[in-house]
């Protein structure tokens, strides 16, 4: 392990799951699996919701940097206004020599890589040949907040590119197209990959009842985000980057934002949400 990584601590960062089996099982499993590989000096994770907290997290580590992976779709209110707030609050009561925040999950195009591969395994398992089968991402959404569709939308466009499904469509819980709405217009079978990082609410009980009430023999549910094989090399390949930045002695390029160096000030700083994400 580097010398960069010897005095960091890594916190991976999720909402947090309710409903389901709320147990955050996969968060958990993902963060012992990057501590396994030795990302970081120490690794945790800490949820928006529910325990432990991101402060109890924070409070946990005795490395004086710490790098913060969001294991977000997108970077909207949670992601950005509500992560931001908490970090800057807890670098009050604690002095940190630096504390960085990478974007989130859904911004790195390995995950549509992985969403793609992963979708086409599940639709074989059913006998269905990929190319002749349109894959739906499910995501969240929001009336308030465009970030969520943003940011499905371009994973979608990514997996278009590569030419492996008939056609990507994307749905949402919280805004149209809705998944029911979205499935009427479909001909032929249909693979659904949940963008979720949990099990809990919304990707458990919610997926089961628009699964259910689909009534459809040719639609396959491949699962969601957290429970797709091969999640934990992505994140890690993006922390890797991250390291190999610092290693040459370049700074973070500008999808790392510092939330607070608090040796002096006691005070954070943090970039505003691009319109985009």
């Known amino acids: 392990m580097d010398d960069n990584r010897q005095n960091t601590g890594l916190l991976i960062v999720a909402h947090g799951e309710?409903?389901?089996?709320?147990?955050?099982?996969?968060?958990?499993?993902?963060?012992?699996?990057?501590?396994?590989?030795?990302?970081?000096?120490?690794?945790?994770?800490?949820?928006?919701?529910?325990?432990?907290?991101?402060?109890?997290?924070l409070n946990a580590f005795s490395q004086p940097e710490l790098l913060v992976f969001p294991l977000f779709l997108s970077e909207g209110y949670f992601a950005h206004f509500v992560l931001a707030r908490r970090l800057e609050q807890a670098a009050r009561v604690r002095q940190y020599g630096s504390l960085h925040v990478l974007p989130p999950l859904g911004r790195d195009m390995a995950l549509g890589d992985l969403i793609a591969a992963s979708a086409a395994v599940a639709a074989g398992k059913q006998g269905l040949v990929s190319r002749q089968t349109t894959l739906v991402l499910l995501a969240h959404g929001s009336s308030r907040n465009?970030?969520?569709?943003?940011?499905?939308?371009?994973?979608?466009?990514?997996?278009?590119?590569?030419?492996?499904?008939?056609?990507?469509?994307?749905?949402?819980?919280?805004?149209?197209?809705?998944?029911?709405?979205?499935?009427e217009t479909i001909r032929g079978p249909v693979v659904i990959v949940g963008l979720f990082t949990g099990h809990g609410?919304?990707?458990?009980?919610?997926?089961?009842?628009?699964?259910?009430?689909?009534?459809?023999?040719?639609?396959?549910?491949?699962?969601?985000?957290i429970g797709l094989p091969g999640l934990a090399d992505v994140v890690a390949a993006r922390i890797d980057r991250y390291w190999q930045s610092i290693r040459m002695g370049r700074?973070?390029?500008?999808?790392?934002?510092?939330?607070a160096n608090m040796k002096s000030n006691g005070r954070g700083d943090h970039a505003p949400p691009e319109a985009s994400a």
């Open 18 to 57: 309710r409903g389901g089996d709320a147990s955050n099982a996969g968060v958990a499993q993902l963060t012992a699996t990057l501590r396994a590989r030795q990302m970081a000096a120490e690794v945790r994770y800490g949820l928006i919701k529910g325990a432990p907290a991101i402060e109890t997290a």
């Open 146 to 183: 465009s970030a969520s569709r943003l940011a499905a939308g371009r994973l979608a466009r990514h997996i278009r590119d590569r030419g492996s499904f008939r056609s990507v469509r994307t749905a949402f819980l919280q805004e149209p197209p809705g998944l029911a709405s979205v499935i």
């Open 201 to 225: 609410l919304h990707g458990a009980d919610d997926v089961n009842v628009m699964m259910n009430a689909l009534e459809r023999a040719d639609t396959v549910f491949a699962g969601n985000l």
């Open 251 to 259: 700074r973070p390029t500008g999808d790392c934002r510092p939330i």
